[in-house]
């Protein structure tokens, strides 16, 4: 039996703690191992314990709910023995990232578990999409971790004065949030990145062509990701990384790479969406009606403030389309809520016909 000791020492630079610890005890006195999940595929994982890494089978952990499926991250209980070896259990998670999956039963799916910071990339060598920083935030914001957005290839916006401009575009799109500049491939920007991601578990997050794996490089100070050229013609990827790869960070910290995401759907994130729009929540307060939608109603501070250039008309679109796709899916699998929506679609129906009324009634 691996002795306490020797666990604290094995497993520390991967995040084990003294909390960890006390969660596993009843699984370590059944016998069991404790571990980190470093990479999962198909339904086996890699392991990271006191014995080395190890691989094992996940069959034992419900494995038809996406939710509860093991993912890199994890903290585990394993199989000291046997062949094949399996996963008995994982520990309450601190945090997860989670994103909703295209299936039509809106599903949520976890991307990375007991994550405390999450990065994500965005490419300078294309145009910004704020709507699309705003969305990853909302996830970020929802997961309980803490974001960061890293500005990559800012190599490629040699002008100082554009390169202000941007980061100024996103930090007014990510309030509370630290917005970061780097270079990789020339090391600018790094040693601030390495000292935010250096306590802690963090997940890279980002499309294809974002330069997350040389980003994880050069955090790493090896070549551990396979890196590839963007596409000349719209600056894309092309996947390089397939699997989500938790690796230990030789200045202290935890990274999680992940593949591209081309699509990320929000799942029940009304808390980050709220997080990331806050200063039109704060606004919201100066509503002179509690359930204001900020569109046509009398005394809506919201509406003021873009009229009088105060909030970007650009942000109020973003906030209303992000929260009326979270409760679009919340109403999936919430039949209060459906009833809800049903209700308020009704009510905006019969104010609509009545305005239609009036017009035609003038027109006369």
Known sequence: MTS??????????????????????????????????????????DIVTADGTVRADTEFVVPRDPMKVVCTGDWVAVDPDGDPRYVRAYLPRRTAFVRSTSSKRSEGQI???????????VSLALELDLGRVERFLAL???????????????????????LAHLVQDVETSAPGVPVLTVSALHGDGLDVLVA?????????LGQSGAGKSTLANALVGADVMDVRAARDVDGKGRHTTTTRNLLALPSGGVLIDTPGLRGVGLFDAETGVGQVFSEIEELAGGCRFHDCAHETEPGCAVRSAVENGELPERR????????????????????????????????????????????RGRWK
Not at 335 to 341: I, T
């Open 111 to 121: 991307l990375a578990a007991n994550v405390d910071h999450a990065v994500v990339a």
């Open 316 to 359: 109020l679109e973003s906030y209303r389309k992000l929260m009326r796709e979270n409760q679009w899916i919340v109403a999936k699998t919430d039949a209060r809520v459906r009833a809800e929506l049903r209700r308020d679609w009704k009510r905006k129906g019969a104010e609509g016909r009545a305005a239609m009324q009036a017009k």
């Open 4 to 45: 306490t000791s020797a666990v604290f020492s094995a497993l520390a630079p991967y995040g084990w703690d003294e909390a960890w610890a006390d969660a596993f005890a009843p699984y370590a006195a059944d016998g069991l191992l404790p571990g980190r999940v470093v990479r999962v595929d198909r339904g086996q994982c």
């Open 140 to 162: 970020a914001w929802e997961s309980g971790a803490q974001p960061v957005v890293v500005l990559t290839k800012a190599d490629l916006v040699p002008d100082p004065v554009t």
């Open 196 to 204: 935010l991601v250096g306590s802690g578990t963090s997940v890279l």
